[in-house]
């Protein structure tokens, strides 16, 4: 199902559920990351507490991808 809002995403109850998964989510996350084009930005940040992405390519996916995955692999 698409969702036109990014907070109706971010909020709904499997996404939010996957976040309650914590560090166990990450390598499922990165691995759904690299394969597609799902927007797991939100819950990474969420669950890392961290948000490698520079405030200058916020909400630009490409950028943000780049740097999510460069973070994974220096840190998972």
């Given at each position: 199902?698409?969702?036109?809002?990014s907070s109706a995403m971010y909020f709904?109850?499997?996404?939010?559920?996957?976040?309650?998964?914590?560090?166990?989510?990450?390598?499922?996350?990165?691995?759904?990351?690299?394969?597609?084009?799902?927007?797991?930005?939100?819950?990474?940040?969420?669950?890392?507490?961290?948000?490698?992405?520079?405030?200058?390519?916020?909400?630009?996916?490409e950028s943000s991808k780049?740097?999510?995955?460069?973070?994974?692999?220096?840190?998972?």
């Open positions: 199902m698409f969702l036109s809002s709904h109850e499997a996404y939010q559920r996957i976040i309650g998964m914590g560090n166990s989510a990450l390598p499922l996350i990165f691995e759904s990351l690299k394969e597609g084009t799902d927007d797991w930005f939100w819950a990474l940040k969420c669950i890392t507490g961290v948000d490698p992405v520079p405030k200058k390519n916020w909400g630009d996916y780049r740097a999510w995955l460069k973070w994974e692999s220096k840190n998972i």
